[in-house]
């Protein structure tokens, strides 16, 4: 169970950083970026050298010590360093420290200057709450946390990321059909080519999938030139492995992977091997001399978008993600993942078998029955 509660948070951060990265251009544009120190960072003598302490603590992995002391830098620079609250925010939400992500966001609004500044860090503190919330079984947390994307949203309307972190919190409450009518709002408002609005399509399709621990969005061209999305598999069964041609416990289990992809060969089933090779000719020899004919893709490493996505630090490391995409985490060795994936298999077969829904039971993306 703690190794599963371990996943689950993981991925919650991999999640939320994805979606903080993507809000940042929704914030009004920086000043004048020439000059030192670098705009946001503390001018006070006192405070630069505990902002430099700050940051040697976060490269030595001490993330806790780190949040301490970007934060009092900011008061030993008079409350005015933006760029020491919003590292210590990362900092606090990557060690599930939500209190005080919550109160570096409350100290970071004091020194907003613009509306769209403003909207931007009450979206960081409604993704706060409603990790905290996911982390912690709590509704408060997402009754809060949608306060403050509304609060977001009424500064800057034009800020659809904010309508998609509404319609989670509202679904986690089990307002299905407000959650619909933000996931709405987000399609209408952001017209990006993205796994977001791919993930954005389906929790609107169905609310429900947006309270479950679904795969992280991802998207990537295979080795044989597909555009490949995490959303675009919907309705198949997908193991993900990851893997390098250095690594020899990832060699000793490719036959088992040749086994598994063989024996569900025609299902609704795709095997995606994602290597960590940083060496493209090693890993392509590599791929045709052994025949692997399914899906592959070089991340380049530890780094790389997808491994940073799912939280892998080390590898072999296998996930399997049901036809639904909901993330379950699975090991190659494990002598159960065969029965697992026949039975998850079963069910997207019967899910594919099963008569389309009546006329007019569910609404479509421009509000007309279907």
Known sequence: MSRKLSMVRKLWRVIAYFLLIVACQYRAPAGDQTGAPKPGEPTDPKARKTFIDAANWARQGNK????????????????????????????ALDIDDFKNA???ARDWLAMAQTDAD????????????????????KDRCFNESSDEFRTALSLNPNFPLAHYGLGVSLAHLHQDDSARGEFKAFL???KSDSPIRERAERYFERV?????????????????GRQISMDSLAGKVVLIDFWATWCGPCREALPHIHKIAQMYAGQPFIVLSVSLDSDETKWK??????????????????HGPLATRFGVYAIPATFSIDSDGVL?????????????????IAHAVEAQNKPAAPSGSQSSLDGTAR
């Open 102 to 104: 919550e109160n570096t």
């Open 188 to 190: 209408d408002g952001d």
């Open 118 to 137: 403003r909207a931007a860090i009450h979206f960081r503190l409604a993704m706060a709450m409603q990790r905290e919330g996911e982390a912690e079984k």
């Open 208 to 224: 429900d999938l947006a309270r479950a621990r679904m795969a992280p969005p991802f998207e990537f061209k295979s080795l044989d």
């Open 285 to 302: 020899d590599f791929v045709a001399k052994n025949e692997m004919t399914w899906l592959q893709y070089r991340d380049g490493g530890f």
């Open 328 to 344: 379950e985490d699975q090991h190659v060795g494990d002598a159960d993942i065969e029965g697992k994936l026949k039975k998850m």
């Open 64 to 91: 806790g010590a780190a949040v301490d002391e970007y934060r009092k830098a900011n008061k030993q620079d008079g409350g005015h360093c933006s760029e020491c609250l919003s590292r210590a925010f990362q900092l």
